[in-house]
């Protein structure tokens, strides 16, 4: 939450994560606003995996997010908020 004032925080914590952890999925949570400085939205849902889990390293998703089927916006009176990479 709160990522317009704390980005540095969110990505140092995020690279913390990822020396365990893999990012497996991630959405845009709708009902926060959306930071049009960093073209991200402010809240976030991540789900992680632990890496030891994984016999190889896992393949970069070459997915669009929201994925249709799979994410639903959790306000909707607005769209759901793409992601870009």
Do not use: C, M
């Not at 009902?31 to 939205?41: E, R």
């Not at 030891?52 to 908020?81: C, K, M, W």
Request: glycine share 6%.
């Amino acid at each position: 939450h709160d990522l317009e004032n704390g980005s540095e925080v969110f990505n140092r914590g995020i690279e913390q994560l990822l020396q365990a952890f893999e990012i497996v999925h991630i959405h845009g949570n709708n009902y926060g606003s959306y930071s049009a400085a960093d073209d991200f939205p402010v809240v976030v849902e991540i789900t992680f995996v632990n890496k030891a889990l994984f016999a190889e390293a896992p393949v970069p998703s070459q997915h669009t997010y929201p994925r249709a089927g799979l994410d639903i916006a959790n306000s909707f009176s607005i769209d759901d908020y793409p992601l870009r990479f």
